[in-house]
Antibody, heavy 119, light 108 residues
Framework: EVQLVESGGGLVQPGGSLRLSCAAS????????MSWVRQAPGKGLEWVAN????????YYVDSVKGRFTISRDNAKNSLYLQMNSLRAEDTAVYYC????????????WGQGTMVTVSS | SSELTQDPAVSVALGQTVRITCQGD??????ASWYQQKPGQAPVLVIY???TRPSGIPDRFSGSSSGNTASLTITGAQAEDEADYYC???????????FGAGTKVTVL
């Protein structure tokens, strides 16, 4: 079964750090772009970052650039999001998604992990 | 502009047809993909590319595009189609993605 499972969410104080993980199974992880997408409570979806299959290129939404780092370990079939200098506005459910490129969309999503930034 | 604009909400009678639109400059260059999200669940891809449904998506869902507007049509809406629908595409730079704010579809 093709599956993505996120972990690592939780409550963190403003200015703190958190590392999210996404474990992939059921497909050849190393062949695919991967993205993180977030959704603040009661709000819409926001693309956060993506990474090429080999990690050679990474792109970020402007609001997280310089604070968040996307990475992957193809040997472990895992995607990561290191989040530093967290702000209240980063509070959201974070989803990892298999990224087939702009034409094909995000075809597989995890169940999401909640990040709450609050004192 | 890197924004995609959607109507906040639409309603449709059971069995009737509803069209959800998404407007943005980037849609002149890139196709939109469409996602269905029900409360407490992850989004599900329902349409991508010119008009392609992933496996398992009912054929009552279809997509189209003209100029700066992409559309998702549900022909013969069912109660289970009640959900939020989001469009997504590249932004004008081509390296980033952008989502519309979402359209809440209510089936009456």
């Amino acid at each position: 079964e093709v599956q993505l499972v996120e972990s690592g969410g939780g409550l963190v104080q403003p200015g703190g750090s958190l590392r999210l993980s996404c474990a992939a199974s059921g497909f050849t992880f190393s062949s695919y772009l991967m993205s993180w997408v977030r959704q603040a409570p009661g709000k819409g979806l926001e693309w956060v970052a993506n990474i090429k299959h080999d990690g050679s290129e990474k792109y970020y939404v402007d609001s997280v650039k310089g604070r968040f780092t996307i990475s992957r370990d193809n040997a472990k079939n895992s995607l990561y999001l290191q989040m530093n200098s967290l702000r209240a506005e980063d509070t959201a459910v974070y989803y990892c998604a298999r990224d087939l490129g702009y034409y094909y969309g995000f075809d597989i999503w995890g169940q999401g992990t909640m990040v709450t930034v609050s004192s | 502009s890197s924004e995609l604009t959607q109507d906040p909400a639409v309603s449709v009678a059971l069995g009737q047809t509803v069209r959800i639109t998404c407007q943005g400059d980037s849609l002149r260059s890139y196709y939109a993909s469409w996602y269905q999200q029900k409360p407490g669940q992850a989004p599900v891809l329902v349409i991508y590319g010119k008009n392609t449904r992933p496996s398992g998506i009912p054929d009552r869902f279809s997509g189209s595009s003209s100029g700066n507007t992409a559309s998702l049509t549900i022909t013969g809406a069912q109660a289970e189609d009640e959900a939020d629908y989001y469009c997504n595409s590249r932004d004008s730079s081509g390296n980033h993605y952008v989502f519309g704010a979402g359209t809440k579809v209510t089936v009456l």
